[in-house]
T-cell receptor
């Protein structure tokens, strides 16, 4: 059974700080990794995806992938109150079916 | 573009009743998916489809059925509703580009079975 693990949080960071969200996965065959943001009562929306080892940056967001350690993270720089949400990590083994983690709740405090 | 639409937004069912959750997309996506999300949990795949006439089971298919007669529509049928099916149901669609395939989600249907 493929598993994706996330700390449920809440992770609290002050406004302007860097938020670091982590995710581990069990299937070494996993090939692509996605980060979704979900506001309370809303549907998930894609932030970014990564499939190569290393870092991928998109604005204030950076995804980091380490396949040897089976670890993927999301860094949010200059955190804003509007970033307060649940962040879902999802992985796929090269096909299109995603396996989701349970999500990490992020709270950005003023 | 409306994207992915779902109806109804909310529904209360009695145990043993049946209903169909509707999902439609106007992005000409080949792939469509149904997920359920229980409180504090991630999304679990119920069924998916790679094109009209082709469907397959996901992780939690028991108690559900699907059909895909057109590219646009992917309804989810609940037969003999049970309290364990109380959840939020999300429909999603994607192009089907392996490796970098972005799934776009509908607004969800909140279902309560009493």
């Amino acid at each position: 059974q493929k598993e994706v693990e996330q700390n449920s949080g809440p992770l609290s960071v002050p406004e302007g700080a860097i938020a670091s969200l982590n995710c581990t996965y069990s299937d070494r065959g996993s090939q692509s990794f996605f980060w979704y943001r979900q506001y309370s009562g809303k549907s998930p929306e894609l932030i970014m995806f990564i499939y190569s080892n290393g870092d991928k940056e998109d604005g204030r967001f950076t995804a980091q992938l380490n396949k040897a350690s089976q670890y993927v993270s999301l860094l949010i720089r200059d955190s804003q109150p509007s970033d307060s949400a649940t962040y879902l990590c999802a992985v796929t083994g090269g096909g299109n079916k995603l396996t989701f983690g349970t999500g990490t709740q992020l709270k950005v405090e003023l | 573009n409306a994207g992915v639409t779902q109806t109804p937004k909310f529904r209360i069912l009695k145990i043993g009743q049946s209903m169909t959750l509707q999902c439609a997309q106007d992005m000409n996506h080949n792939y469509m998916y149904w997920y359920r999300q229980d409180p504090g949990m991630g999304l679990k795949l119920i069924y998916y489809s790679v094109g009209a006439g082709i469907t397959d089971k996901g992780e939690v298919p028991n108690g559900y059925n699907v059909s895909r007669s057109t590219t646009e529509d992917f309804p989810l049928r609940l037969e003999l509703a049970a309290p364990s099916q109380t959840s939020v149901y999300f429909c999603a669609s994607s192009h089907g580009l392996a490796g970098s395939d972005t799934q776009y989600f509908g607004p969800g249907t909140r279902l309560t079975v009493l």
